[in-house]
């Protein structure tokens, strides 16, 4: 009777985005509870990822099992190779439940809608009783945002912004009002970095990970991207997080601002805070991402101009707020949206980097060797080029869930198929991010040393942005021309003379047809 009563009969299940020692699950030791993470085959399998990010979460669960089993909790850690692994939720918490007679199934709301979804069906079959807690992470719940925009025209997230300011009294004053009288300082953050400014070197970490490579190297996953297992550059537990939080707040938020959209080839991460994949996976939170950066500003507010601040606050309680309600609205609608009805094939060099496109070979190599471009590369280089090339948003998708460290599909979707394609025909962005050259070596150092020619529209190495630009405004005009924030466009395209529009658009034409030889 004894050995039954101390026996845990509540199973509760903790995913790999979900390593949130704050929760408060964690706060006391309670013996009737088995704590389960596993590494399944489900998981590494939906879509090719980056190795750097399997390997980054298998090695931040498998440290955060171990500080909970420290802390006394008691718990089942399932690792991808152990021989009783089902390799799908379903089929493991069954088995646990079976093997430790549990009676109660607990969980956190997962992030991904496919998630959330197989929880659901998962509760109903199990024939025990459930109960599903929030993380305890977001500045906002999951349908705060829709609730916000109810019966407003549009979903600008700049609104959406003022809101989460106000409401978390952040950066405002005691009357609601921002704290310096302005809400956004984003006109002075929009620099292109000197040629010769030599950017602080990103912090990075000496992980050794062999083991888990050779675990995952065993079977026959399949990953892009390469790694020095025994030197993981990312952080792997809470201390490393907060590490990397500390040298960007103190290092690099001076200049985050400013050089925020700038794109050099010397320098992959340049003052990003590269923090994602810490928050994402929920080692640390927002809330101590943006209280850090206040508290230093406030100590130094002569060094950290406020743009450099305001820059990564709205980052934070303003974008990724905003993509993750806007994920929440309109899921599952939003996975097969393709406003321009785009079905191109993804280029063969994405997977590679070997393309003679500077701009193109640079981002994408720098995302296969770290698993990490920043924004604007994301954005206006590789996110660009493939809509200027008419790409299926499906295969798009596909490759930025897979490529960067960060990538969940809450935050990746809504940034590629929204911000980035355009597929949902605007309710993210309100106009497509697409930009020729000129936009490209304004922000950046790539095209000097180009084989491409960034001035030349046609004719024998005439950079392919700037045809394919035209091209994209030629081909949607229908669903593009009354946009007033791109009807300047139209008036220029409109004034050309005929024989300039038809080199332009074959040019395009030839760029599109020899895709993979660019
Ligand atoms: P910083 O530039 O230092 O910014 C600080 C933090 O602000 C980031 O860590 C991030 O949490 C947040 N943030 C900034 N911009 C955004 C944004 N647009 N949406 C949501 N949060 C933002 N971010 C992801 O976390 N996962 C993704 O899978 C992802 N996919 C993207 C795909 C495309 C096509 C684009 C254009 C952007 C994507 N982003 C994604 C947003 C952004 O590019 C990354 O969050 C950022 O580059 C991460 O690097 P960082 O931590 O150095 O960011
Ligand atoms: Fe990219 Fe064109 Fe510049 Fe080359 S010239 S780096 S292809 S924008």
Not at 159 to 188: A, C
Not at 198 to 217: C, G, H, Q, R
Not at 460 to 473: M, Q, R, T
Request: aromatic share 14%; proline share 3%; charged share 25%.
């Amino acid at each position: 009777m004894d050995k039954i009563k101390k026996a845990p009969n509540v199973l509760r299940l903790i995913l790999g985005d979900q390593l949130n020692i704050k929760h408060s699950w964690f706060k006391t030791v309670d013996k009737n509870v088995l704590y389960v993470l596993m590494e399944i085959r489900s998981e590494t399998d939906y879509v090719w990822h980056h190795i750097q990010k399997v390997l980054g979460f298998f090695a931040a669960m498998r440290h955060f099992a171990e500080e909970l089993k420290v802390s006394g909790h008691q718990l089942k850690y399932i690792h991808l190779s152990d021989e009783g692994n089902l390799q799908s939720f379903e089929k493991n918490l069954i088995q646990i439940i079976r093997d430790y007679n549990i009676t109660h199934f607990e969980y956190q709301l997962p992030d991904e809608y496919r998630l959330d979804e197989e929880f659901k069906s998962i509760c109903n079959k199990l024939l025990i009783s459930s109960k599903v807690y929030d993380t305890e992470h977001f500045f906002s719940t999951r349908t705060e945002l829709a609730n916000f925009f109810d019966g407003k025209k549009n979903y600008l997230m700049e609104n959406f912004y003022h809101y989460m300011r106000k409401k978390h009294h952040i950066l405002m004053d005691n009357d609601s009002q921002p704290v310096t009288g302005k809400w956004n300082y984003d006109i002075e953050n929009r620099k292109k970095i000197p040629s010769k400014h030599v950017a602080t070197s990103p912090y990075i970490f000496e992980n050794d990970l062999s083991d888990i490579y050779e675990e995952i190297k065993k079977t026959d996953i399949v990953t892009i991207g390469t790694v020095n297992p025994t030197n993981f550059i990312w952080p792997i537990t809470r201390a490393q997080c907060l590490k990397v939080l500390k040298f960007f707040i103190t290092e690099c938020l001076p200049l985050f601002g400013t050089y925020q959209d700038s794109m050099t080839p010397n320098d992959w991460s340049l003052y990003h805070s590269r923090i994602s994949f810490a928050m994402n996976s929920k080692m640390i939170s927002p809330l101590e991402v943006v209280n850090a950066a206040i508290e230093e500003w406030k100590k130094h507010p002569d060094e950290i101009g406020f743009n450099q601040l305001e820059g990564f606050v709205r980052q934070i309680i303003g974008w990724r707020e905003y993509m993750r309600g806007m994920y929440w609205l309109n899921m599952p609608d939003f996975e097969t949206t393709n406003f321009f009805n785009n079905k191109n094939k993804l280029p063969d060099w994405y997977w590679t980097g070997k393309t003679k496109m500077n701009c193109l070979k640079y981002a994408i190599g720098q995302s296969l060797n770290f698993a990490y471009a920043h924004h604007i590369q994301r954005l206006m280089v590789t996110g660009n080029f493939a809509l200027l090339a008419g790409t299926d948003p499906d295969e798009v998708d596909q490759w930025y869930l897979g490529i960067y460290i960060d990538a969940i599909q809450w935050v990746e979707i809504t940034n590629t198929r929204g911000m980035s394609q355009f597929a949902d025909g605007g309710m993210i962005g309100t106009k497509p991010y697409v930009s020729s050259a000129s936009y490209i070596n304004k922000m950046s150092h790539y095209c000097g040393t180009c084989y491409y020619d960034k001035d030349k529209k046609t004719g024998d190495k005439a950079c392919p942005f700037n045809s394919l630009y035209w091209n994209f405004y030629d081909q949607h005009s229908a669903k593009l021309s009354k946009n007033p924030r791109i009807g300047m466009m139209y008036k220029i395209w409109d004034k050309m003379q005929p024989e300039k529009k038809s080199e332009l658009l074959n040019q395009a034409k030839y760029y599109l047809e020899n895709i993979n030889d660019l």
